[in-house]
């Protein structure tokens, strides 16, 4: 069974975690200055979200939008869940064919050392799912 039970609880947790990542003094400034647009299609659930990361500040939303993204990837949310836990290497996904992307796929792989900090974050945003869960 997945982990999330909709689009909004994808949006609550992975998309929670983006929006926190704008705050934080470390990575926010360097995911803002990727002055980019990440859209991310998950599956089991569905879910289609656009990461907006510009030197002005960093949002999501979900659904189509206009702007081409720079980046397009495709996973579970399972697989995105477990990225933001800190136990999948998305390099390995990518190679394994887990993971899709179009489009400049250095431009993420430079984003993922910023996300490491971000790991305690996302796991305190699911630490109250995770208790109901067991």
């Not at 705050?23 to 599956?43: C, F, I, N, Q, W």
């Not at 990361?53 to 949310?77: A, N, Q, Y």
Request: aromatic share 8%; hydrophobic share 40%.
């Amino acid at each position: 069974m997945a982990y999330f039970s909709d689009a909004a609880e994808v949006d609550q947790y992975i998309g929670g975690v983006f929006r926190a990542a704008n705050e934080h003094p470390e990575s926010g400034p360097k995911m803002r200055a990727a002055d980019m647009v990440l859209k991310v299609y998950y599956t089991d659930p569905a879910c289609e979200m656009n990461v907006h990361m510009r030197p002005d500040g960093m949002t999501t939303s979900l659904g189509p939008i206009e702007e081409k993204p720079d980046v397009t990837m495709m996973m579970k949310s399972d697989t995105g869940d477990k990225f933001w836990r800190g136990d999948y290497n998305l390099a390995v996904g990518l190679a394994k064919g887990e993971v899709k992307a179009k489009g400049p796929v250095n431009k993420i792989l430079k984003l993922v050392p910023l996300t490491k900090p971000l790991v305690p974050m996302y796991r305190e945003l699911v630490a109250e799912k995770d208790a109901a869960k067991a």
